[in-house]
């Protein structure tokens, strides 16, 4: 019986968010679940603080857990090379209640299964060249709630049963799961499976030998959730202790994001405004690796914010550690980094310039759109373009890094006016500036990095210098 080990990453991502709270609750109804006894589940409701009702969660769904390998980057963590459905149940009076069915499926599947032509984003066509948009390529929005909301649409065109929520889970997750316990034994590939192999071994399977209907990484992956679920039921109470506290940390920074179909989740959703309490500024930086390699795996960047007054400049760098800039199966899946960089910022500023290596972008209009997305062929590296989402703008542009090399980007724009002589009730005034004359920004993390080092120079004074692991408020007098 092949379980891969989405079963339990989509039971921690679930019951994660869920009993996330009680900590070893969670890790201890993720276990029975999985041996499908879930039982009286006073105590979980009472973890869940009113957040959901299980009953409704767990009658009758199909959850959906999305691997994402995030040594290839995307908008929510990265790419996303197979998935697990899962069906949860209750029986009447909840005597019997956890998983009654996984399936585990390649990405690949559903899209060959789509009824009609999709378009596609304009960065996707350019990089791709396919004229299509698919589910493999659809966790393309840097709000999680709305990439989930397409991903849930692509599934249910590609004959699957509508989704009641999504959980995403990056493999470096996966990876400190294997090692909270202790490794596993894949018998039938007679291997050890650790946090530290992971990586190579999966790839090996996954792309060695490959070729249309191949199900050598589906059986592998399926090794592997077979022996990790049989480490989680046997698992001691130190062990459960471990794994709750690691599954709250990586909700806590984005590592694991959760989308249910009818209920809001505030607080591990991965939605853009989340903890933005749009009166402080706001910054977020996201890439996607559309270069079809692991370039992820050797990438360094650092964010540098300057602000004097009302003006900004932002500078961007990243570099690139990789060793060539192709592939070099089966020793090497890095390679040249092909960026297509979004950086979100609140729809007030208004932007002036954005520079490439001191090239100046120019804004997109709408000639550069009047071909359809599925037409183009040939990468707008010239432009930028923004795209307003309520109170916030997404600027995009491509940021390139060939292996071994370094670029910079850089953006500069206006805040609304801190000028002290405006009138204590200046709305602009208020936006960014609280009580004491206090500027304060709102930094996140996109998922799929461990973090990026930031600083921040305030009226030509180092104000903060920080490691950004996960989403932090920075304030400055």
Not at 50 to 61: A, H, I, Q, Y
Not at 103 to 113: A, E, L, R, T
Not at 363 to 372: N, Q, R
Request: with cysteine; hydrophobic share 40%; glycine share 10%.
């Amino acid at each position: 019986m092949k379980k891969v080990w989405f079963i339990v990453l989509g039971s921690l991502g679930i019951l994660g968010l869920l009993g996330g709270g009680c900590g070893w609750s969670a890790a201890g109804v993720m276990r029975r679940m999985l041996n499908n006894n879930l039982g009286d589940h006073k105590l979980f409701n009472w973890c869940t603080s009113g957040l959901v009702d299980l009953d409704r969660l767990l009658d009758n769904k199909t959850y959906y857990v999305m691997l994402q390998n995030n040594t290839e980057l995307r908008a929510t963590g990265g790419f996303m090379g197979s998935y697990a459905k899962i069906n949860v149940q209750c029986s009447m009076f909840n005597v019997q209640c956890g998983v009654k069915s996984i399936d585990i499926q390649d990405i690949y599947v559903p899209d060959g299964q789509l009824p009609g032509h999709v378009e596609p984003p304009y960065p996707v066509q350019e990089a791709f060249k396919i004229g299509y948009w698919w589910l493999r390529d659809s966790n393309w929005d840097p709000d999680f709630a709305s990439s989930a909301a397409t991903i849930a649409w692509f599934l249910k065109q590609g004959n699957e049963p509508e989704p009641a929520g999504i959980v995403a889970i990056n493999q470096t997750t996966v990876a400190k799961i294997i090692d909270v316990l202790g490794g596993v034994k894949v018998l039938d590939f007679d291997k050890t499976v650790t946090g530290q192999n992971l990586y190579s071994l999966a790839q090996r399977y996954a792309e060695e030998g490959f070729f249309p209907g191949s199900t050598k990484k589906k059986d592998f992956l399926g090794s592997v959730g077979g022996a990790l679920v049989r480490k989680v039921k046997d698992a001691g109470l130190v062990e459960l202790g471990k794994l709750g506290k690691l599954v709250w940390d990586e909700l806590r920074k984005k590592q694991i994001l959760v989308w249910i179909k009818d209920a809001e989740i505030r607080r591990w959703g991965g939605r853009l405004e989340d903890g933005w309490d749009k009166k402080s500024d706001y910054l977020y930086i996201v890439e996607s690796n559309l270069g079809a390699n692991k370039a992820n795996c050797c990438m360094d960047r650092d964010v540098r914010q300057e602000i004097e007054n009302n003006k900004v400049k932002l500078t961007i760098t990243w570099k690139n550690e990789n060793e060539f800039d192709a592939t070099k199966p089966p020793v090497f899946w890095g390679g040249q980094y092909v960026n297509y960089n979004r950086v979100v910022i609140p729809s007030s500023h208004k932007i002036q310039a954005v520079k490439l290596q001191g090239r100046e972008l120019r804004l997109a209009t709408e000639k550069d759109f009047v071909m359809p997305n599925s037409l183009r062929q040939e990468m707008s590296t010239d432009m930028y373009n923004v795209e307003e989402r309520g109170d916030l703008q997404i600027i995009g542009f491509w940021a390139n890094v060939p292996a071994k090399k370094t670029i910079t980007a850089e953006l500069q724009y206006l805040t609304p006016d801190p000028s002290p002589n405006l009138g204590e009730g200046d709305k602009k005034r208020e936006i960014f500036f609280g009580e004491g004359n206090q500027y304060k920004i709102l930094i996140k993390r996109q998922p799929g990095i461990e973090g990026f080092d930031y600083k921040l120079i305030y009226n030509g004074k180092l104000a903060a210098s920080k490691w950004i692991d996960r989403d932090k408020i920075i304030g400055v007098k």
